[in-house]
């Protein structure tokens, strides 16, 4: 149902139950009931009707265990193994892309947090506060950075216009041409061509990406707490440089050549 009929599965109470309490008759033909929480309208009643012609041809065994099974193993056993084999004949390791370019880079762990929390929506901007809790009045209600829009997270790390001012100086620096994702998620998902040689370029790119985050989310947090006045987006983007100074694999580049000559690391 969550596949096929997903406005009918996010109005049931029953997600995660097993197939018998949806049963209320296992004599054939079976009654159903799908626990709505509300009174469907003529639209959804008109997917009901669909799902049970769908349900029409089922049967129910009162011999056999009600019970969730892993079809890619005998046993019906979930295995790490066999979902590995599945996604690799599949030729879908790109969907792991986020959690590759999140979890493998070269950054401190707090980093690496910050940025799965960003990328799963859950980093606690205004809007969210304000959804959480109506009656709190949030004041300035605005964005921080660039106080003429709402707080979000995708506007705050990337539409906001002092944040996209960074991305484009961090592009133009290693010599990348994008089109502005539509949000955070989409960013982190994102494979891009850097030109240079080797592992170097990769992990250069994750550290500055994670960088980018970091600082943006420093930045908005001291405006915010710490009544600081601001640094510029210049000021910022240098404590993005500095990051791949500190990285071991940069060890050979002192930090002047990196701020003066940003590509040479990549060559």
């Not at 809790?133 to 506007?155: A, F, G, Q």
């Not at 040689?197 to 994750?206: H, I, M, Q, S, Y």
């Not at 694999?249 to 002192?254: A, I, N």
Request: include cysteine; aromatic fraction near 14%.
């Amino acid at each position: 149902m969550r596949e096929l009929f997903p406005r009918l599965f996010s109005l049931s109470r029953k997600k995660g139950n097993c197939i018998s309490d949806f049963v209320i008759n296992a004599s054939f033909p079976i009654n159903w009931d799908f626990g709505f929480r509300r009174n469907l309208t003529e639209a959804e009643i008109a997917e009901v009707v669909l799902l049970l012609d769908v349900l029409r041809e089922i049967r129910i065994s009162h011999t056999r265990a009600d019970k969730r099974i892993w079809e890619l193993e005998d046993h019906g056993l979930f295995s790490c193994k066999s979902f590995r084999s599945l996604i690799l004949s599949n030729s879908t390791r790109d969907d792991f892309s986020l959690f590759v370019s999140i979890w493998k880079a070269k950054t401190p762990s707090k980093v690496k947090f910050l940025l799965w929390l960003i990328a799963n929506g859950k980093v606690n901007t205004c809007d969210r506060i304000q959804r959480r809790n109506l009656i709190m009045c949030l004041s300035p209600y605005w964005c921080v950075l660039c106080k003429s829009c709402t707080e979000s997270i995708d506007h705050l790390f990337i539409h906001c216009s002092y944040s996209i001012s960074l991305w484009w100086k961090l592009l133009s620096e290693i010599g990348v041409i994008w089109v502005t994702p539509k949000g955070c998620f989409q960013l982190l998902s994102t494979k891009l061509t850097v030109s240079g040689k080797g592992k170097r370029v990769r992990t250069l790119w994750d550290c500055l990406v994670h960088a980018m985050f970091w600082n943006l989310w420093m930045e908005r947090n001291r405006r915010i707490f710490q009544e600081y006045a601001g640094a510029t987006s210049e000021e910022l983007w240098d404590r993005v440089k500095f990051w791949a100074s500190v990285t071991g694999h940069f060890k050979d580049y002192h930090y002047s050549i990196i701020l003066r000559d940003f590509s040479a690391v990549l060559r």
